[in-house]
Structures are given as C-alpha cells and as structure tokens.
T-cell receptor
C-alpha cells in the first residue's frame, strides 16, 4: 500500500461546480498535513494546511479525519483558474521528509 | 513567505557530463533540504534529504554516487548529477522546511525547479 494515495483523476467539472478530493495515508503517526497545488511545469505551491478541526480559506475547505486516516479538500464555485493538479502532502513531524500523493488533476470547463 | 531559489532553471547537457544544481534558502536558514525528481505526468519523488554538516540520506533506489549532494551552509544545498544520461532528463526540485518552534507543522517551501535535458 502506498504511503499516501490519491485518485489521479482527471476531474472535469463545469465552472461553478463543487468538487471534492480525498487522500488517504497509511502511517498513523503522521503529524502534519497539507494540500499543495501544482500547475503544469511549475513547482508546487502551498494551498492550505490541514488541521484536525478543519479549516476554510475562501472557497476551499480542508478536513482531516485521523481515525480513518484521510484528508479531504473541497472546492466550491470552481473557477477556470482552479485547473491544476492538487497534491496531498503528509509529514511525519518536524524536519522529517514529507510524502506526496500522486496528485489529483482538476480541469474546470467553461 | 519564505523563498527558495534554484539555479539554473534550465540546463541542456551532453551525455556523460556532470551538472550542478543549486538550491538556496533566501531569507531563512535550512538545516535540512529535500531534493525531488518529477518525470512528466508523474508526482514528485523524493530523492534524498540533504543535511547541513553531514551526509545526505538517499531514498531507496537512488544512487548516491551518481547524485552527489553537498549541504555546505545553512542556506545552500547542491545536487550534482554525475555522468548524466538521457534517462536522467527530468524536472528537479528542492524544498526546505521553515518552522520556528518545535512541534509546529513545517511548511515546505519549494524552489522553482530545474529542467534538465540530457542529449
């Protein structure tokens, strides 16, 4: 089983739609979690950290379920500019290495 | 936010030559940096962990004699691809975690990447 698993997609959704991505992780000792966005041929950029209590940033909501070991990202009112690959990232804590999911590709269609 | 730079952004080299890629943390100190490789349409794969003042830690399957890592200072790590071959052509990215206090989540700041093409 992979350490971090994501549905690779692609998810093709119309503008204005709501879309959700899930990510599962295998190591129950994982401590911190992030969603990154990667545009084609660019480096990943942090979208948001994921906290146990859940957190929201505008149209984006991230949630963490430690019991089931999964993380979710919800995007509301999708924009064309949201088209990208979304990477789930898990960190064991401190300066330890992070583990990336394979990424979920989102394509928002006019 | 913290900034990480990489140089060069693009490099084309001939098979058999060596290429050095630099990763710098511009406004913070990084005792640890990470090097990744990304092939087209694939996710980032961690190659190695670069540790300031000590040897790098390589992931399984990554040849340490081929991918030389030197973390000479708290702001600079270099990756040298030795005797490069066409199959080494890839997008190489570095990252550095920035966090102030123990126990905090360490966000990874990524360099802009280096696209290596070996002909």
């Amino acid at each position: 089983r992979k350490e971090v698993e994501q549905d690779p997609g692609p998810f093709n959704v119309p503008e204005g739609a709501t879309v959700a991505f899930n990510c599962t992780y295998s190591n129950s000792a994982s401590q911190s979690f992030f969603w990154y966005r990667q545009d084609c041929r660019k480096e990943p950029k942090l979208l948001m950290s994921v906290y146990s209590s859940g957190n929201e940033d505008g149209r984006f909501t991230a949630q963490l379920n430690r019991a089931s070991q999964y993380i979710s990202l919800l995007i509301r009112d999708s924009k064309l500019s949201d088209s990208a690959t979304y990477l789930c990232v898990v960190n064991m804590g401190g300066y330890q290495k992070v583990t990336f999911g394979t990424g979920t590709k989102l394509q928002v269609i006019p | 936010g913290a900034v990480v730079s990489q140089h060069p952004s693009r490099v084309i080299c001939k098979s058999g030559t060596s290429v050095k890629i630099e990763c710098r943390s511009l406004d913070f100190q990084a005792t640890t940096m990470f090097w990744y490789r990304q092939f087209p349409k694939q996710s980032l794969m961690l190659m190695a962990t670069s540790n300031e003042g000590s040897k790098a830690t390589y992931e399984q399957g990554v040849e340490k004699d081929k991918f030389l890592i030197n973390h000479a200072s708290l702001t600079l790590s270099t990756l040298t691809v030795t005797s490069a071959h066409p199959e080494d052509s890839s997008f190489y990215i570095c990252s550095a975690p920035d966090g102030g206090l123990a126990g905090e989540s360490y966000e990874q700041y990524f360099g802009p990447g280096t696209r290596l093409t070996v002909t």
